[in-house]
């Protein structure tokens, strides 16, 4: 093509010796891009889109390093279109112009064209809608990249024309993956160097990087760089990046003996404890999905009714930590733990479910009361579905009197709420509805 001078595209051929792993090692076709699955694996939006070779315009929204640029040219490669890298930082309207004139003409003669705008949030709304027209015509397939959100940062004329695909962090055992293929690789990664290291220490990178590949693959280069043994080590690492390296198996014991102390920590009530058992395993490259699951379970089953917003913010922090990533998201991590070790602690909804389940193991399954049937046919009616259910809004004080447990386990508490936080509120009410029930079934009996 006759383009004005353009960026030659991001294929790793392209790179020198001399070029950063990270551009040495770019994917060469779509069976190398690890990531993304949830786009690109099997009946995936996108990957129906490449197998029909029926590509539409599209918004690549994620964080850095995760392959946004990469997988734009990939695409444009695989439907033989050509690619022209355009960036949104160095570019004005002038350069769209002569972009979008060259890009019309490609289309007359039967080529087409990818234009690939990296940063294209940076773009003002005027030169936003500078593509409008190309894009509608079908002049170009607009990829663009972004980091912001394209809800503020595109114009809604051209969101309504593209298609955005939210691009997800890298987990730490895909980086473990590239780093691996990299030591492997003699003609364009360190496999000349025959350099080893354990799944684990690159998974750590991989935790390090924050879901970066760019910086996973910079840390590897430094660290083969650093070291002239055949192994890549634990201190190696730390030396080049001037931190402590904390491993540990997250399928082995110090795994859950982590996760144990964080939890006995939360429960008895000691915020220092907690916060620091967090930031071990934090350090150590736990998946804080996983941590934020576990604190929503230690939210119901040692703190419950207590503090009912304690699973409110367990919750919370676990949406927080799934959208912000590393490592903003472990605050809201250190938020929710904070919060979970300085409530007031009470098990009674665990107990009470506990007990609950016992009767249901060790007694016989009685039948649903009649009086508690649905009756929606006239059969039912007859047989006695329905007959004597007390509807609570009928009553001034909401309160029924009927029995609502089956004869054999009529009476039974197995819910006993304890005096502490919230929970000593819910003792009180609870004292109160036993005692109206019990006056009425005496009046009644009178």
């Keep these: 093509m006759s383009l004005f001078s353009p960026a030659p595209p991001p294929d790793s051929r392209t790179a020198n010796a ?3 792993l990270a551009d040495r090692m770019r994917p060469r076709t779509l069976e190398e891009f690890v990531g993304q699955e949830h786009l690109l694996g099997p009946g995936m939006p996108l990957r129906v889109q490449i197998e029909r070779r029926q590509l539409g315009s599209m918004i690549f929204w994620g964080p850095p390093g995760v392959g946004k640029t990469t997988l734009a040219y990939l695409l444009a490669k695989h439907v033989d279109a050509d690619f022209i890298p355009f960036s949104a930082v160095l570019s004005g309207i002038k350069e769209v112009k002569t972009v979008m004139a060259e890009a019309e003409r490609n289309r007359r003669m039967g080529r087409r064209t990818v234009l690939f705008i990296d940063e294209i949030h940076r773009f003002n709304k005027a030169q936003q809608d500078a593509f409008l027209p190309y894009v509608e015509r079908g002049d170009i397939i607009l990829i663009g990249a972004t980091t912001e959100n394209p809800s503020f940062e595109i114009i809604s004329a051209l969101l309504s024309r593209v298609k ?3 691009l997800r962090p890298l987990t730490p055992q895909e980086i473990a993956t590239l780093l691996e293929r990299a030591l492997r690789d003699k ?4 496999g000349e160097r025959g350099l080893r290291a354990s799944r684990e220490l690159l998974e750590w990178i991989g935790a390090y990087s924050g879901g970066d590949a760019r910086v996973a693959y910079n840390v590897l ?5 650093a070291t002239t043994e055949s192994e890549l080590t634990r201190e190696v690492i730390e030396s080049v990046l001037q931190r402590k390296v904390l491993l540990y198996d997250k399928a082995g014991e110090e795994h ?6 964080l939890h006995k920590s939360i429960r008895s009530s000691d915020p220092d404890a907690a916060v620091y058992w967090l930031a071990r395993m934090l350090e150590a490259g736990e998946d804080r999905l996983y941590i934020a699951r576990r604190l929503i379970r230690m939210a119901v089953e040692d703190i419950g009714l207590a503090d009912p917003r304690a699973l409110e913010q367990a919750v919370a922090a676990y949406h927080a930590a799934h959208f912000l990533g590393i490592p903003e998201g472990d605050l809201a991590l250190a938020q929710a733990a904070l919060y979970l070790a300085l409530a007031p602690k009470s098990d009674a ?5 506990n007990r609950a389940l016992q009767a249901v193991q060790e007694r016989p399954a009685e039948p649903v009361p009649l009086h508690l049937r649905n009756a929606p046919t006239s059969l039912m009616r007859q047989l006695g579905y329905g007959v004597g259910y007390e509807h609570a809004h009928q009553f001034d004080d909401a309160l029924p009197v ?7 386990l009529a009476g039974t508490r197995f819910y006993e709420p304890t005096g502490r936080g919230e929970e000593a509120t819910y003792r009180e009410r609870l004292q109160k509805i036993l005692e109206a029930k019990q006056k009425k079934r005496v009046k009644h009996s009178a």
């Excluded at 859950?256 to 102390?261: G, P």
């Excluded at 009927?402 to 054999?408: F, R, S, T, V």
């Design 18 to 20: 001399a070029s950063p």
């Design 164 to 166: 955005v695909y939210q």
């Design 187 to 190: 003609e364009r990664g360190l």
């Design 221 to 225: 280069e430094l660290a083969a760089a």
């Design 256 to 261: 859950y003996n982590l996760i144990s102390a």
């Design 349 to 353: 909804a665990y107990q009470a479910l």
């Design 402 to 408: 009927m029995e609502c447990l089956p004869p054999g």
